[in-house]
């Protein structure tokens, strides 16, 4: 099986797992009305370790998902996630794997930005202006229980990311 071939398996199988526990093990764990938002985790993840390039290809399949389990217009989520993988990869350059603290600051940021998006597309297109309401109930308390979930999962994600994403002609001959 070819590097290419494995590193969709893992993507794909990480995208899954981690929408199932979002959508089914964190729903009896909401915090102030709200669950984690783990496929955020992936995606900034995926772009702060690997680039704009990979954060988007995996913010979009994360929000593909969404999109088609969610119901809804299909593709608002797929953008939604594609460009906050986008800006979360646009750091990669300035990314330090010893670091934890600036990778966290990415993920609330991100996570804030989806809110914004979601509001903007989900909310004020239907002519819902309760922003002050959206933000204090719904992006705030997300972003901090997101962030409570990235101290633990960001480093064993990251590693897998890392592994996926080595440079170079390592295609082993079995």
């Known amino acids: 099986m070819s590097r290419r071939v494995k590193k969709i398996i893992v993507y794909a ?14 729903i009896h764990l909401e915090l ?21 390039r990979e954060g988007c290809i ?3 399949f994360c929000g593909l998902l969404m999109d088609l389990t969610g119901g809804g217009i299909v593709g608002m989520y797929a953008l939604g996630y594609l460009i906050a993988g986008y800006l979360a990869g646009i750091v990669n350059r300035f990314f330090y794997k010893e670091d934890i603290t600036f990778p966290i600051l990415l993920v609330a940021g991100t996570d804030f930005f989806y809110g914004l998006y979601m509001y903007f597309f989900g909310f004020l297109t239907r002519g819902r202006m309760e922003f002050g309401f959206y933000l204090l109930h719904i992006i705030l308390p997300e972003v901090v229980y997101t962030v409570i979930l990235a101290l633990i999962l960001y480093r064993p994600v990251m590693h897998i990311v890392q592994r996926q994403s080595s440079k170079g002609s390592e295609e082993r001959i079995a």
């Open 13 to 26: 199988i990480m995208i899954v797992v981690l929408y199932l526990l979002q959508s089914s093990f964190f």
């Open 32 to 52: 102030a009305g709200v669950v984690p938002n783990l496929l955020i985790i992936l995606t900034a993840t995926a772009g702060i370790v690997s680039g704009s």
């Open 58 to 60: 995996i913010g979009f």
